[in-house]
């Protein structure tokens, strides 16, 4: 499956290597109901690219073939593609341990009144973007009344069950920095949002992770635009913690687009960098004749987002 893409910039960020695949992260699409300015996706309501079934169908294929145990769907907003609960049920029916990166708002929008309930009855890990406890930060971040919808949809998640002792079913936050700067302490900020949101919302959650904002796509232009790319550019690498490299998510997972080509990550994935710096891009089918993907891991200057500080990823802070 020929293909052409980017060559990849110098870079003095180390080479590492892939060390297993337990994670299939799929975009299932770049269709969301917001369009927020820290988004590396670039996502909003406009956009058109979707997974189509068939690319689904070769994702748990290749699940079973290499015997991945979780699936990991983003986008956008995954359930707006229109084959997002098919494949759920499918990845269930298999015994796949299935996360879903939810933007809380959507369970606000009509026609996607089910979710709450079709999350709780597949019993699917949530992983819920609420980028601050603030609603002046969050609405700045996200649009106004987006903070407002976030706490009905987790106040709704908590109903059914997510966060509650016993009830298996879990919920995790995402927190994501305001502006060019790194995430404080993620321990000590999941204090503050376990205090502020219960005492305020009687809201619950099991944990709370920090992601740090990624210099590409829409985030990136907005750093550019404001004469602020390289300062952060200098932050990320001046940060760099060596010890947070054994961590790294793409030791572990391969990142999927909607079309079903492969990346060593979700960033990578956004810049059109190959999964393992393959001189042609990898599709999911092609790992169907493979013991395994590419050992390599494709790298560049960004890369130093997610080993600045304590570290991050898509599971929070890789170190305290």
């Known amino acids: 499956?020929?293909?052409?893409?980017?060559?990849?910039?110098?870079?003095?960020?180390?080479?590492?290597?892939?060390?297993?695949?337990?994670?299939?992260?799929?975009?299932?699409?770049?269709?969301?109901?917001?369009?927020?300015?820290?988004?590396?996706?670039?996502?909003?309501?406009?956009r058109k690219e979707l997974?189509?079934?068939?690319?689904?169908?070769?994702?748990?294929?290749?699940?079973?073939?290499?015997?991945?145990?979780?699936?990991?769907?983003?986008?956008?907003?995954p359930e707006m593609n229109p084959d997002f609960r098919w494949l759920v049920?499918?990845?269930?029916?298999?015994?796949?341990?299935?996360?879903d990166r939810l933007n809380p708002t959507i369970m606000e929008e009509?026609?996607?009144?089910w979710v709450g309930e079709f999350l709780a009855a597949q019993r699917i890990e949530v992983i819920a973007s609420l980028p601050c406890y603030s609603k002046d930060n969050v609405d700045a971040q996200r649009g106004n009344g987006v903070f407002e919808?976030?706490?009905?949809?987790?106040?709704?998640?908590?109903?059914?069950?997510?966060?509650?002792?016993?009830?298996?079913?879990?919920?995790?936050?995402?927190?994501?920095?305001?502006?060019?700067?790194?995430p404080p302490s993620q321990s000590q900020l999941q204090a503050d949002y376990k205090q502020l949101l219960g005492e305020e919302f009687g809201i619950v959650f099991n944990q709370l992770f920090t992601i740090t904002n990624m210099p590409i796509k829409r985030f990136g232009a907005i750093l550019l635009s404001k004469g602020q790319f390289d300062d952060y550019m200098s932050l990320l690498k001046n940060a760099y913690q060596p010890a947070n490299l054994k961590a790294v998510m793409?030791?572990?997972?391969?990142?999927?687009?909607?079309?079903?080509?492969?990346?060593?990550?979700?960033?990578?994935?956004?810049?059109?960098?190959?999964?393992?710096?393959?001189?042609?891009?990898?599709?999911?089918?092609?790992?169907?004749?493979?013991?395994?993907p590419?050992?390599?891991?494709?790298?560049?200057?960004?890369?130093?987002?997610?080993?600045?500080?304590?570290?991050s990823s898509c599971g929070g802070a890789l170190s305290a």
Do not use: W
Not at 110 to 113: A, K, N, V
Not at 268 to 288: A, F, K, T
């Open 1 to 46: 499956m020929k293909d052409t893409t980017p060559l990849l910039q110098s870079t003095d960020f180390p080479a590492i290597q892939r060390d297993r695949v337990d994670t299939l992260q799929l975009n299932l699409g770049y269709l969301c109901n917001l369009a927020c300015i820290h988004c590396h996706v670039a996502a909003g309501p406009n």
């Open 51 to 77: 997974m189509s079934r068939t690319t689904m169908e070769d994702a748990l294929a290749v699940a079973d073939h290499l015997q991945v145990g979780k699936l990991d769907l983003t986008g956008g907003s």
């Open 89 to 99: 049920e499918q990845a269930r029916e298999r015994g796949l341990h299935v996360m």
């Open 110 to 113: 009509p026609g996607y009144e």
């Open 149 to 182: 919808a976030s706490i009905k949809a987790l106040q709704t998640l908590n109903r059914l069950g997510y966060g509650m002792e016993g009830s298996g079913l879990v919920i995790n936050l995402v927190y994501n920095p305001l502006g060019p700067s790194l």
């Open 250 to 292: 793409c030791r572990s997972l391969i990142s999927v687009d909607y079309r079903g080509y492969l990346y060593d990550c979700d960033f990578n994935q956004m810049l059109g960098l190959p999964l393992g710096d393959q001189e042609e891009r990898l599709h999911l089918r092609d790992l169907l004749s493979r013991s395994g």
């Open 294 to 311: 590419p050992r390599k891991i494709n790298v560049a200057d960004h890369c130093y987002g997610c080993t600045a500080g304590q570290g």
